[in-house]
């Protein structure tokens, strides 16, 4: 019992040492522009110096530590679960606490510096286009109800997304009735619907195969199940387009090679893509993420996979729609008339092919300025002129 009165007698005079101490504080920096809804615990218990240093400081605002570091000495369990985490969110991975919560008070949830819908949309604005038929949610801006903001187990960072959407919609009978043909437990609900929202009721998915639109399912559904020479029978011009050194012929896939890709029913795009191409070719190409993870600069263009790579074949490395100077230049017009020499006439002598501009940069992301495989200042140059 006496432990006890000792234990709490130090705990009321910690408490009252730590508010003495803020009350200093305070003096300069008034409550009402601290305290504002809901308050950081630290604050609220007065206990200041856990952040900041009273006279001086090599970080802004005196912090004791970077800012991030000094979030994890509390947030210990977050700061470990981050570690092993598939995808990391950008703000969290390039440790920016601070674009979305407030250090000290906050009128949003969570600390958040806006309501999360706007805050969320502030770096996602393809959603703010206006859609007809909107999902929940996502008209209430509740986007965390869906997605988890910091890490995830999937590249959509959606929670559970095996059964998130049973989560809501749960009436196994009338999901049956509409889902005749699907099987509920290996249902891709995202497949056809758009989980934001659509032009189309029950947020179908704006474009459709004309078969299906059509309700002429035995087009493609006959005996013996749908394999891809049922969609080159009608798409009879996409079966050349693979006939190219480097080509997309997924001899791997089981069954139809060509839903690896594209949705047969509806689409968010005329070409049916599955999903935004990002995200598709990071399904199999998982390096590209984790070197982008990794890599202190990035093309600006690197998520529109498509832009410069062809979706079935090439001729040229990488499937790229040109050389990699064609490809380049559509965008950087300038280049190569008054840089590095390149082209067919100029060789690199290690491989004895022509330079281009993929030979010195790689879009996908490096530690290096302009995206160059090494530093421009030595490194790189010697690679090739070895005599200097």
């Not at 005329?270 to 070197?291: G, V």
């Given at each position: 019992?006496?432990?006890?009165?000792?234990?709490?007698?130090?705990?009321?005079?910690?408490?009252?040492?730590?508010?003495?101490?803020?009350?200093?504080?305070?003096?300069?920096?008034?409550?009402?522009?601290?305290?504002?809804?809901?308050?950081?615990e630290p604050v609220a218990s007065g206990k200041?110096?856990?952040?900041?240093?009273?006279?001086?400081?090599?970080?802004?605002?005196?912090?004791?530590?970077?800012?991030?570091?000094?979030?994890?000495?509390?947030?210990?369990?977050?700061?470990?679960?981050l570690k092993k985490a598939a995808f990391v969110h950008t703000p969290v991975e390039k440790k920016a606490c601070l674009r979305c919560h407030l250090p000290h008070s906050s009128t949003h949830k969570a600390l958040l510096v806006?309501?999360?819908?706007?805050?969320?949309?502030?770096?996602?604005?393809?959603?703010?286009?206006?859609?007809?038929?909107?999902?929940?949610?996502?008209?209430?801006?509740?986007?965390?109800?869906?997605?988890?903001?910091?890490?995830?187990?999937?590249?959509?960072?959606?929670?559970?997304?095996?059964?998130?959407?049973?989560?809501?919609?749960?009436?196994?009978?009338?999901?049956?009735?509409?889902?005749?043909?699907?099987?509920?437990?290996?249902?891709?609900?995202?497949?056809?619907?758009?989980?934001?929202?659509?032009?189309?009721r029950f947020l179908i998915k704006d474009f459709s195969h004309k078969p299906f639109a059509e309700k002429k399912c035995n087009l493609c559904h006959k005996k013996g199940g749908v394999s891809s020479s049922v969609c080159v029978s009608c798409h009879k011009g996409v079966e050349k387009s693979f006939n190219h050194l480097h080509n997309h012929?997924?001899?791997?896939?089981?069954?139809?090679?060509?839903?690896?890709?594209?949705?047969?029913?509806?689409?968010?795009?005329?070409?049916?893509?599955?999903?935004?191409?990002?995200?598709?070719?990071?399904?199999?190409?998982?390096?590209?993420?984790?070197?982008?993870?990794?890599?202190?600069?990035?093309?600006?263009?690197w998520s529109n996979c498509i832009n410069c790579h062809a979706g079935h074949g090439s001729d040229h490395p990488a499937m790229l729609k040109g050389d990699g100077n064609a490809v380049c230049v559509r965008c950087h017009k300038t280049q190569g008339k008054f840089t590095h020499p390149v082209g067919k006439e100029v060789l690199d002598p290690r491989n004895g092919q022509p330079i281009t501009c993929v030979t010195c940069h790689d879009t996908m992301g490096t530690n290096f300025k302009y995206n160059l495989r090494l530093s421009g200042e030595a490194a790189l140059c010697i690679e090739c002129h070895k005599n200097y």
């Open positions: 019992m006496i432990l006890r009165c000792f234990v709490f007698l130090v705990f009321v005079l910690a408490s009252f040492s730590n508010l003495a101490a803020a009350s200093n504080c305070f003096k300069c920096h008034h409550k009402k522009e601290i305290f504002k809804g809901k308050v950081h200041c110096y856990r952040c900041h240093l009273p006279h001086v400081s090599r970080y802004k605002g005196l912090l004791k530590e970077r800012a991030d570091r000094l979030c994890f000495e509390c947030h210990v369990r977050f700061g470990k679960e806006k309501d999360e819908k706007e805050l969320c949309l502030s770096c996602h604005g393809e959603l703010k286009k206006k859609m007809v038929f909107v999902h929940k949610p996502f008209r209430d801006g509740k986007c965390t109800v869906c997605h988890d903001p910091h890490f995830s187990r999937n590249m959509v960072f959606v929670k559970n997304m095996d059964r998130i959407c049973f989560k809501c919609h749960g009436n196994r009978v009338k999901l049956k009735a509409s889902h005749r043909y699907g099987d509920l437990k290996r249902m891709n609900c995202v497949g056809c619907h758009n989980p934001h929202g659509s032009g189309k012929q997924l001899g791997r896939v089981r069954g139809n090679s060509c839903l690896a890709c594209h949705n047969p029913h509806v689409g968010a795009d005329k070409n049916l893509l599955a999903d935004i191409p990002m995200r598709m070719c990071q399904s199999c190409h998982p390096e590209t993420y984790k070197q982008k993870r990794e890599s202190l600069y990035v093309h600006p263009e």
